[in-house]
């Protein structure tokens, strides 16, 4: 192999992360406890963190910081940079980001830390990941959903480091696209307070038929990832680092699977695929260490399916005490030590020398110590070589053992154990000083000036409503009202071909449209775009609603129309604004986990607003009804009960392969036009996802009355406000 493949494992402490270097990491990936997606993990706080710098340093590994939350305004202004200037300067290895803005924030202000993009950033092909590039990462995390030769086409088009999940806990969701524990509970898997709902029951019913009860109904529950059999087909998709999940789980679990890991990547970088086999015995180990009934080797090999699932609740497993202890004892209570060469230099008359030289993670660094005093000729007893060479080994507590020793000591010295240890003591000191200062950084003053942004010119002062249409009879009822101004037309309401009859249906009325790209932009999305593209083009539309940055590329440049970035594409602070308006963008949506004085606080000049809804708490590549029913490449609308009898409605895309569950409730801001009116959109949207004809005529009339001509607000039905008025932490 031409390249050095990095073992990644995960800590959730410090201690944790002790025992996984002693297992074989290469490097470990650890959050502190702020804008961590582990939030409720043992994360450590900056003394800590920058002991764990030093220690990872000390043994030649990596250490990387996990901030892959989305950062508010506040956070961003106040909180990152103090958090972050530490840490930099002890030699932090590189940050694992998701926001936007944040990336932009640390290319600025730490321009020498590398930048490396988090799953959560839901990077699913080479345009996106040349957007990270562009913006300054250097690695990527792409989404856990892709193939191997998807993966592939990122590293030969974009030349970045790929860094992939090989072991752990696998989401339903596509990562950093799941509101599930936000909306039912507050709990934002983008804030790292994820409470995992997709590993609870469900019953699910098509058509009053019941697909699965609360015995099977573990649908949205995947199996552990495992992927020890593939690592070469892995390797040769062009991963360079092999990610290990599990920052939430026990120092015996990241040590025990890293140690597997670090034996089989040994192996293949020995002897290569040809004699690559695993043994049984471990495939065992790592069922032991932890299973949710059994493993699948995940996305890497399809696109989708049952077997992935556990469908029942994961059986009770005994754990395997004399594997834990076997750990405990090789890896958590057994420090690290890493190798050094000594050489020293007893002659009479002469000062004591000792020089210590590591080699680590490819480097060497050598210390060289000279006493003061000098070595003297013997009167009584001469120190004899063993027992001098013994005495100097003794490196207990300093993280260094000797792997060599030699030097000269000539007959007859004197040499008092005394004297022998501190010389030991002021090597190793001086070698962990010029060791670590090799990693050490002087904040600069200096950071990377950009050209100002040339704003989009205001538009006219005043709300208008747009829609999002997913249905023909939703659009005609869209078409009738007098108080739209723009329709968003799912791009699966019809065939390219019939687009040209919306479009101009639309302008009739006098109305813009756009057409609303999916959600997630994969191989599928693709070739359909590239076979339609000429007839998209031509069809008339004033815009594009993206919601994926893989499709960016391939609209930006289609003349005539303005780009309109998703909630789903996070502007979650003005940095985040920025970016995507430099990107193209002509207007950002309001994200929907940002409560009112949030959104003040970041602006939302020239924004969408999303006022009426059900908002998607999942967008998946897995399918409810390809796993509960048969893939007929139709779409069907499934019905997702959970255990407090809330029914979600779940769709699927053929034409994309997505699965989507929305929530139970619609969002309605009906009864907030004070609070809209002060915040000042340029529009208002109401999403439309089940609804029927008379429903969405019902919701458009209430919302044209209320904000466009002053009538009192009456609400109709259940709904929810969403996070506008309690956010999320």
Known sequence: MSKKVELLAPAGSFDVMKACIAAGADAVYMGMSRFSARAYADNAGTEDYIKAIDYAHLHGKKLFLTINTLFKEQELRDELDPMLAPLYEAGLDGVIVQDTGAMRFVRTHFPRLPLHVSTQAVVTGPESAQFYKDLGAVRVVPARELSLPEIRAIYDKTGMEIECFVHGALCYCYSGQCLFSSIVGGRSGNRGRCAQPCRMAYEVTADGRKLADKKNGYVLSLKDLNTIALLPEILEAGVCSLKIEGRMKKAEYAAGVTSIYRKYLDLYEKNGKKDYRVDPRDEKKLFDLFNRNGFSDGYYTRQNGKEMLTLKEAAFREENEALSEFIRENYIRREH????????????????????????????????????????????????????????????????????????LEDGLFLPVSKLNELRRQAFSELTDVILSAYRRARSEESVQEASLQEPAAEASGLRLSVTVRTREQFDAALRSDGVRLIHLESTVCEASEYRIFTEKTHARDKMITLALPQVF???????????????????????????????????????????SDHQLYAFNSEAVRELKKSGFSRVTVPVELNRGEIAKTGVNGAEMILYGRLPMMVTANCLNRTLNKCDHKAHILSLKDRMGNEMPVTNDCRNCLNMIWNSLPVSLLDAETDIERLGPAYGRLEFTVENARETEDVIQRFTDTYLNGMPSVNSGEFTRGHFRRGVE
């Open 522 to 564: 994969r191989a599928r999305s693709e070739k359909w775009f590239d076979r339609e593209k000429e007839v998209i083009e031509n069809s008339g539309f004033d815009g594009i609603l993206v919601r994926s940055l893989e499709a960016l590329s391939r609209v930006k440049q289609m003349p005539g129309v303005f780009l309109i």
């Open 337 to 408: 030590q890493a190798p050094v060469r000594g050489y020293f230099e007893f002659r009479a008359g002469c000062p004591y020398v000792l020089t210590l030289t590591a080699e680590l993670d490819g480097q060497e660094f050598t210390a060289c110590v000279c006493s003061d005093d000098t070595a003297e000729l013997s009167t009584n007893r001469a120190a004899d070589r063993a027992s001098v060479e013994k005495q100097l080994k003794k490196t207990g507590g300093t993280g260094f053992t000797f792997n060599e020793l030699e030097g000269i």
